[in-house]
């Protein structure tokens, strides 16, 4: 198992967008990082100066730089820092949940070869139950009721051996998925379907540590932060950039020639009197808006979550233990007693069949209350945080 998370880890498509999206960020931070708004602007000009006394040419250059102004550039960046948080603390998240849904994959492939290895033994044993009953036809010491009624247990059995077969492929197939490797690929899986016991927490105790633990409420509170920011710059771009420049001029062929050197400088900045920006701030409002209305309707499913989560996985808990492996054992050993009861001349085709449908419904339950406990188990472990997760080994118990 271990190795099929670390390999979820590195290949999974979802924790590798993930992996992509961090570094988009990390890309948006570097350009917010920048410490003026642009690079700076260098602009040359020359021209033909026609006088009485003769023509010249005017050349000239200048050299200009824009600065942030009301601490405008800090706040792209703070945004950017809060949104690369928030894509860390998602692609956290996002692992955990493909590495408990690997792990669901995984124990689902045990319980499927579970799942054949017992209709291997419903099949066998309806078949020289039936094998029996049609010497007992033949010889004359039996009935055709009795020989149909051990056919049909047979073909049952049949059936389900083949259904079984195909959910282990399934199974195996889904793995591959969550694993991202060729389905057609060979794959081993070792483990063992005794699931042990989970010691949880109190409900409340449980509660607070994965509301604490859970990457995805940080992530909605670092969107939050970076939609405050973006809200605080779009409020302050009615403050304009201040653009700096520096000049110089030769005029009528410059002082070498009788005319002029000029240099100086000066300031420059935009008017915001058409544009006030007033759409760029109701966005930057509703992007806010939308960040916290996320965030708590994140932090009540979390909540819900993980309370439906410990329900869950203690009602599965409990129904697999009432209809374990043992359970599994007696009603094939119901049937095999029944057999030899039949051989015996003790009864007839109603024991059969009644012993026949009994096992085929214990082992139904006994392989839904499985698949139960894995779905609640996983469902669990995502609610936590990866707080309480199924083992196949010793308890491993919530932390």
């Known amino acids: 198992m271990e190795d099929a998370l670390d390999w979820a880890h590195q290949y999974n498509p979802v924790v590798r967008a993930a992996r992509i999206r961090i570094q988009r960020r990390t890309g948006a931070l570097t350009d917010a990082g920048v410490p003026v708004p642009s690079n700076p602007r260098l602009e040359l000009e020359a021209g033909q100066r026609s006088q009485p006394q003769g023509n010249s040419t005017d050349i000239g250059i200048r050299l200009s730089q824009e600065f942030w102004i009301a601490g405008q550039g800090g706040l792209r960046e703070n ?30 492939v045990l319980v499927a070869e579970e799942a054949v290895s017992t209709a291997e ?79 949880l927490p109190e409900s409340d105790t449980l509660l607070t540590r994965a509301v604490a633990r859970r990457g995805d409420l940080e992530a909605a509170a670092a969107r939050v932060a970076a939609a405050k920011d973006q809200l605080s710059l779009a409020k302050r771009r009615l403050v304009p950039n201040l653009t700096v420049f520096g000049f110089y001029r030769e005029e009528a062929g410059g002082r070498g020639d009788g005319g002029a050197d000029i240099s100086g400088g000066g300031v420059g900045f935009e008017l915001p009197l058409l544009d006030r920006y007033a759409g760029d701030r109701e966005i930057a409002s509703a992007d806010l808006d939308s960040a916290r209305l996320d965030q708590d309707t994140l932090q009540r499913a979390v909540r819900l979550q993980v309370l439906s989560g410990i329900s869950a996985y203690r009602s599965a808990r409990e129904s697999a233990d009432a209809l374990g492996r043992a359970v599994l054992e007696a009603a094939e050993h119901t049937l095999e007693l029944t057999r030899r009861s039949f051989a015996a001349g003790k ?30 188990g996983t469902d669990l472990e995502r609610a936590t945080g990866g707080l309480v997760v199924m083992a196949t080994g010793e308890s491993e118990n919530a932390q």
């Open 121 to 199: 033994r419903v099949e066998n044993v309806n078949r020289r139950l039936q094998a029996f009953a049609r010497k007992r036809l033949d010889a004359g010491a039996g009935t055709r009721i009795e020989a149909n009624a051990a056919g049909i247990g047979y073909q049952r059995a049949r059936a389900l051996l083949a259904e079984a077969r195909n959910q282990a492929t399934q199974a195996r197939l889904q793995l591959k998925d969550r694993l991202a490797i060729d389905p057609a690929r060979r794959l081993a899986v070792v483990g063992d379907i005794g699931f042990s016991q989970q010691e």
């Open 347 to 376: 009864v007839g085709a109603p024991a059969i069949t009644s012993a026949q449908n009994n096992l085929i419904d214990v082992r139904r339950d006994y392989l839904e209350a499985l698949g139960a406990l894995i779905a609640a």
């Open 79 to 108: 945004a950017a820092l809060s949104a690369l948080a928030a894509a860390r603390l998602d692609y956290d998240f996002l692992a955990a949940g493909v590495r408990a849904r690997t792990r669901a994959a995984f124990l689902s």
